[in-house]
T-cell receptor
Framework: EDQVTQSPEALRLQEGESSSLNCSYTVSGLRGLFWYRQDPGKGPEFLFTLYSAGEEKEKERLKATLTKKESFLHITAPKPEDSATYLCAVLNAGGTSYGKLTFGQGTILTVHP | DVKVTQSSRYLVKRTGEKVFLECVQDMDHENMFWYRQDPGLGLRLIYFSYDVKMKEKGDIPEGYSVSREKKERFSLILESASTNQTSMYLC?????????FGEGSWLTVV
């Protein structure tokens, strides 16, 4: 069974204080690893897809990296508007072609001014 | 931009009522999904559909059914709502591997 574990559960940062969120996974063949951002009361917003170890993707202050066992979401010089829950999900290569994901529990990020 | 629209953001229903949650996507995506999200349990897949009139059960289909009569529309039906179905319901659609979510529907069953 596919498993996704995110750490820490919650992270408090000062504005400008860079840090990383971790997503550890076990999957029988990775088709893709996904990062989403979710604001309170809203649906998840797609950020990145990573397909193979060594791959990196960047968007503004966010950078996602992937190894064979985990992914990191690096946040550089965060701002209060980066506060949200960040979700990681994996897609099993042996699954259907329909994009059935296994999600982690998420990391709640709070950035203080 | 991908647009997945859930028609009802907040609903309060009584135990035993039949509840319909509607979802429309404007991207001509083949695949559509219904998830529920609960604190401590994360996102769990209820049903998905890979084509008009086609559906498959997800991880927690009990107590739910779905309907997809048109490509752009996917409905979740609670035949007889119960208090343990109080949750946030998320509709999603996908093209290829990436899933895009709607804003969510908060359902409270009293």
């Amino acid at each position: 069974e596919d498993q996704v574990t995110q750490s820490p559960e919650a992270l408090r940062l000062q504005e400008g204080e860079s840090s990383s969120l971790n997503c550890s996974y076990t999957v029988s063949g990775l088709r893709g690893l996904f990062w989403y951002r979710q604001d309170p009361g809203k649906g998840p917003e797609f950020l990145f897809t990573l397909y193979s170890a060594g791959e990196e993707k960047e968007k503004e202050r966010l950078k996602a990296t992937l190894t064979k066992k985990e992914s990191f979401l690096h946040i550089t010089a965060p701002k209060p508007e980066d506060s949200a829950t960040y979700l990681c999900a994996v897609l099993n290569a042996g699954g259907t072609s329909y994009g059935k994901l296994t999600f982690g529990q998420g990391t709640i990020l709070t950035v203080h001014p | 931009d991908v647009k997945v629209t859930q028609s009802s953001r907040y609903l309060v229903k009584r135990t035993g009522e039949k509840v319909f949650l509607e979802c429309v996507q404007d991207m001509d995506h083949e695949n559509m999904f219904w998830y529920r999200q609960d604190p401590g349990l994360g996102l769990r897949l209820i049903y998905f559909s890979y084509d008009v009139k086609m559906k498959e059960k997800g991880d927690i289909p009990e107590g739910y059914s779905v309907s997809r009569e048109k490509k752009e529309r996917f409905s979740l039906i609670l035949e007889s709502a119960s208090t343990n179905q109080t949750s946030m319901y998320l509709c999603a659609s996908s093209h290829g591997n990436t899933i895009y979510f709607g804003e969510g529907s908060w359902l409270t069953v009293v």
